[in-house]
């Protein structure tokens, strides 16, 4: 299986200005390995062959850059996914990521064999943990908490503040940003917890629908 989508991951990579070297692509070519091997079984994503590199790796890979440099500014930086489920967007993060820490939360059994599977095959288990919690349940801090495809802004905000580091931020990978604008007219509504939010365009190689970061920080 190793190298399969060698070709296509040549080109989404460079688009994306990602440099991985040699370690990095194993560690990248046996999590899609695991992915494709499991997602028959365990329905992990709406997705096969090319369309799950482009719509899942290459989508959680676009927030690299934007994570890498809010990265810097932590002398260690602890990133957290929330929801996890199959591993996006925090196990491409965490192989493109080698200086920061990874905390994957999920609290589907099925879902968490997986994941602590995968890291194995992917040489992972000593840089990133599975929780498999409720977040309600977490009790670490955080200085990055990430999700994709995860609850609206307003059902989950108030629970994350609790859990992201006084400095911190929350990259919320999101489509529309009019969508996501009224997803945080319902946050000033019904949340106790503050924030402010910019939004960062994610570029997806092969993707033509539209994605983006969310980035917020609490008030």
Same mark, same amino acid.
């Given at each position: 299986m190793a190298g399969k989508y060698r070709k296509l991951l040549d080109e989404g990579l460079s688009s994306l200005s990602l440099d991985l070297d040699q370690g990095q692509r194993e560690q990248l070519d046996a999590y899609i390995a695991e992915l494709e091997l499991f997602n028959p079984v365990y329905k992990l994503v709406a997705a096969q062959g090319e369309d799950l590199v482009i719509r899942h790796i290459f989508d959680s890979l676009s927030g690299v850059q934007t994570?890498?440099?809010?990265?810097?500014?932590?002398?260690s930086c602890r990133i957290a996914d929330f929801g996890s489920g199959a591993g996006l967007p925090g196990i491409p993060l965490a192989i493109a990521l080698p200086s920061c820490s990874f905390t994957?939360?999920?609290?589907?059994? #099925? #879902? @968490?064999?997986?994941?602590?599977?995968?890291?194995l095959r992917a040489s992972l288990s000593d840089r990133v943990q599975v929780v498999d919690r409720d977040l309600k349940e977490v009790k670490?801090?955080?200085?990055?908490? =990430?999700?994709?495809?995860?609850?609206?802004?307003?059902?989950?905000?108030? $629970? @994350?503040?609790?859990?992201?580091?006084?400095?911190?931020? @929350?990259?919320?990978?999101?489509? $529309?940003?009019?969508?996501?604008?009224?997803?945080?007219?319902? @946050?000033?509504? =019904?949340?106790?917890?503050?924030w402010t939010a910019n939004f960062v365009p994610l570029q997806v190689p092969r993707l033509e629908a539209s994605r983006m970061l969310c980035l917020l920080q609490k008030i």
């Amino acid at each position: 299986m190793a190298g399969k989508y060698r070709k296509l991951l040549d080109e989404g990579l460079s688009s994306l200005s990602l440099d991985l070297d040699q370690g990095q692509r194993e560690q990248l070519d046996a999590y899609i390995a695991e992915l494709e091997l499991f997602n028959p079984v365990y329905k992990l994503v709406a997705a096969q062959g090319e369309d799950l590199v482009i719509r899942h790796i290459f989508d959680s890979l676009s927030g690299v850059q934007t994570l890498r440099a809010l990265s810097a500014a932590y002398p260690s930086c602890r990133i957290a996914d929330f929801g996890s489920g199959a591993g996006l967007p925090g196990i491409p993060l965490a192989i493109a990521l080698p200086s920061c820490s990874f905390t994957l939360v999920e609290r589907m059994g #099925r #879902r @968490v064999d997986f994941l602590r599977n995968a890291l194995l095959r992917a040489s992972l288990s000593d840089r990133v943990q599975v929780v498999d919690r409720d977040l309600k349940e977490v009790k670490d801090r955080f200085e990055i908490i =990430t999700f994709r495809a995860f609850h609206p802004l307003a059902d989950i905000l108030d $629970v @994350v503040a609790d859990l992201l580091s006084e400095d911190g931020y @929350v990259c919320a990978y999101k489509a $529309v940003q009019e969508q996501v604008e009224e997803e945080l007219v319902q @946050v000033k509504r =019904t949340c106790k917890s503050s924030w402010t939010a910019n939004f960062v365009p994610l570029q997806v190689p092969r993707l033509e629908a539209s994605r983006m970061l969310c980035l917020l920080q609490k008030i």
